[in-house]
């Protein structure tokens, strides 16, 4: 079975554009969350969406923002680039989810904003 | 939120040495796992532990929820196994709540 891809993996904006990243889940899983990764305040979740819906939030303003597909398929968006937003951004997928079961990681998004 | 502890927060070894990574939390949790952040920054899964004891071949974790730790053996060391090393716990309605990592670097 496939792993959960992410798309682009490196990617470089600059301040002020908007980026939007890509998660496909792992085949049946339902559950999709993304969390940022930075230097100083290490791993932090964004949000999670089941079935289309967004179930969990954060704490992260509101140019992060997020959607599900039909086929589970995830994206999020950030608009307003700021320098600080540049991290690694990985998305988790898993079948129920509700945190109740093994989280499955993606390799990363790595986004650079100059 | 629960607030998570890992310790130490550096390890250096010599390969074949073993070494005991620790994971405390504040709170009761219902699930816990553990990863291994390789150098491209992809979380592997190592264990998902709740409770209990379990082995993958020369990696054990053993999490005591009564008491709100964790443990993670790494037995005869190889170069490999350098990285970071996460435990996360969480549970129905929260979302993994990752600590600062041990970042641990095998030397041959």
């Known amino acids: 079975k496939a792993g959960v891809t992410q798309t682009p993996r490196y990617l470089i904006k600059t301040r002020g554009q908007q980026v939007t990243l890509s998660c496909s889940p792992i085949?049946?899983?339902?559950?999709v969350s993304w969390y940022q990764q930075t230097p100083g305040q290490g791993l932090q979740f964004l949000f999670e969406?089941?079935?289309?819906?967004?179930?969990n939030k954060g704490n992260f303003p509101g140019r992060f923002s997020g959607r599900q597909f039909s086929n589970s398929r995830s994206e999020m968006n950030v608009s307003t680039l700021e320098l600080g937003d540049s991290a690694l951004y990985l998305c988790?997928?898993?079948?129920?989810?509700?945190?109740?079961?093994?989280?499955?990681f993606g390799p990363g998004t790595r986004l650079l904003v100059l | 939120g629960i607030q998570v502890e890992q310790s130490p927060p550096d390890l250096i070894l010599q390969e074949g040495a073993n070494s005991t990574l620790r994971c405390n939390f504040s709170?009761?949790?219902?699930?816990l796992q553990w990863f291994h952040q390789n150098p491209w920054g992809q979380l592997i899964n190592l264990f998902y532990?709740?409770?209990g004891t379990k082995q993958n071949g020369r990696l054990s974790a053993t999490t005591v929820a009564t008491e709100r730790y964790s443990l993670l053996y790494i037995s005869s060391s190889q170069t490999t196994d350098s990285g970071v090393y996460f435990c996360a716990p969480y549970s129905g309605n929260t979302p993994l709540v990752f600590g600062k990592g041990t970042r641990l670097s095998v030397i041959a």
């Open positions: 988790a997928s898993s079948w129920r989810g509700l945190f109740q079961e093994t989280q499955y």
């Open positions: 532990i709740p409770s």
């Open positions: 085949s049946g899983h339902r559950s």
């Open positions: 709170d009761s949790v219902n699930n």
């Open positions: 969406y089941f079935s289309e819906t967004q179930r």
